[in-house]
């Protein structure tokens, strides 16, 4: 069977994640310090493990609700009422999702007609253009960078705006770059997208790492309710990958469209991890903020020592990545990552994974151990200073 000509043109066109090749070589070495997967190194907090647990117990092993446990619901909808003033019914306007991984996929096929183009800062988390490319759209990166601590301006979005464009979709805190944008630059893209009247996809997984700052949430913006839908889950600030809960936060008349994606693909998340996030949203602040405090102590190590090393860095503000430049050593991203793997036995993450404007980057997660991150922090200086030398 010619499989390539059989399978559909959009996913063959697909390039494979340039993450997923360096684990896989990484997993075949010995003592090898990852930097490069964008998981928290700690456990989900205690309340959540005893409340999956409890939930097991207790034989809750069925189908929930396709929206997901009204609790659950209520608990999300009492969040952004909280944290940002924006209300939303948790009847109608939440859906409970596999993680954010799913909300992005359903939120696309919801709302891409072939050939449609969707905005998308580059650099990006990986999954964006290619869930737009799988649900028949079309990616638009458009540029930000190291000069404008890789904020999105509208002047950027200008210049990629066609009569074909639909949305924006947006991460920040940002993976890869850990920038954060302020309320005023979002107002600046708010104003822009009410002017070209596009959909706002806003990946806010990242939120509660926010280090410096407050986060704002895209809906809150005067008149982006309406035309924005908000993804959040647990996967990072609470440790919960692995338990796959995300959800969707959008307008009613929306969410009734996507939730028959959401039915027919998924039916509903699964029942132990919706009972964790509920645990997690009631229990788990103090959690939250203690993990918020090692990876910000983190941060301040790795920001440290990449500008000791005289790498031109950028100081990350949320999430918990730093996106160094690495061209000073002479070295292409690809090159200085696969190096860097079998000469130091670090791993890290080529910017150019993540776009064009990644490229002569690395990704480096400070997802990781302060010792672990030390001592890799001592072997990727050593490389530097052998790549420069060789110059
Ligand atoms: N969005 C961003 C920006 C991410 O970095 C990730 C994971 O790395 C995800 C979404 C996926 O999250 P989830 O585990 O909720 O599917």
């Given at each position: 069977m010619q499989w390539q000509e059989k399978a559909a043109p959009q996913i063959v066109a697909v390039k494979p994640s340039g993450i997923r090749k360096f684990f896989d070589l990484a997993s075949t070495m010995e003592n090898v310090i990852s930097l490069g997967v964008g998981e928290p190194d700690?456990?989900?907090?205690?309340?959540?493990?005893?409340?999956?647990?409890?939930?097991?117990?207790?034989?809750?092993?069925?189908?929930?609700?396709?929206?997901?446990?009204?609790e659950l619901r209520q608990e999300i909808a009492a969040l952004f009422a909280a944290s940002y003033g924006v209300e939303y019914d948790p009847q109608t306007e939440i859906i409970v999702t596999c993680g954010v991984s799913e909300a992005i996929d359903m939120v696309l096929r919801t709302i891409l007609c072939p050939g449609d183009e969707v905005l998308i800062p580059d650099p990006a988390y990986v999954a964006y253009p290619a869930e737009v490319q799988m649900a028949g759209g079309v990616p638009v990166a458009v540029p930000t960078y190291a000069r404008d601590d890789f904020r999105l301006t509208a002047a950027a979005l200008e210049e990629k705006v066609t009569a074909k464009t639909k949305a924006l979709l947006i991460g920040f805190p940002n993976n890869p770059t850990g920038a954060v944008m302020t309320r005023e630059d979002l107002?600046?893209?708010?104003?822009?997208?009410?002017?070209?009247?596009?959909?706002?996809?806003?990946?806010?997984?990242?939120?509660?790492?926010?280090?410096?700052?407050?986060?704002?949430?895209?809906?809150?913006?005067?008149?982006?309710?309406?035309?924005?839908?908000?993804?959040?889950?647990?996967?990072?600030?609470?440790?919960?990958?692995?338990?796959?809960?995300?959800?969707?936060?959008?307008?009613?008349?929306?969410?009734?469209?996507?939730?028959?994606?959401?039915?027919?693909?998924?039916?509903?998340?699964?029942?132990?991890?919706?009972?964790?996030?509920?645990?997690?949203?009631?229990?788990?602040?103090?959690?939250?903020?203690?993990?918020?405090?090692?990876?910000?102590?983190?941060?301040?190590?790795?920001?440290?020592?990449?500008?000791?090393?005289?790498?031109?860095?950028?100081?990350?503000?949320?999430a918990f990545y730093i996106f160094p430049d690495i061209t000073s050593t002479g070295l292409d991203d690809e090159t200085f990552a696969e190096r860097l793997l079998t000469e130091e036995h670090v791993a890290v993450v080529p910017g150019s994974a993540f776009g064009e404007q990644g490229r002569g980057h690395i990704r480096c997660s400070y997802a990781t151990g302060m010792d672990d991150l030390k001592e890799a922090l001592r072997r990727i200086a050593a490389f530097v200073e052998r790549a420069r030398a060789a110059r």
């Open positions: 700690f456990s989900a907090p205690p309340a959540v493990i005893r409340a999956c647990v409890a939930s097991l117990e207790a034989g809750n092993t069925s189908y929930t609700g396709n929206a997901g446990l009204p107002l600046e893209i708010a104003e822009f997208a009410a002017k070209h009247d596009l959909i706002v996809i806003s990946d806010e997984i990242y939120c509660e790492l926010t280090y410096s700052g407050e986060h704002t949430c895209f809906a809150s913006l005067p008149g982006m309710r309406e035309r924005t839908i908000v993804l959040n889950g647990f996967s990072k600030a609470h440790a919960m990958t692995g338990l796959r809960i995300g959800y969707t936060c959008a307008p009613k008349e929306l969410t009734q469209i996507m939730f028959k994606v959401h039915q027919y693909a998924i039916l509903c998340a699964n029942v132990t991890g919706q009972y964790g996030a509920l645990a997690a949203l009631r229990e788990c602040d103090a959690d939250v903020a203690a993990m918020k405090a090692e990876y910000d102590a983190r941060r301040q190590v790795i920001y440290r020592a990449f500008q000791d090393m005289g790498l031109a860095v950028f100081e990350p503000k949320g």
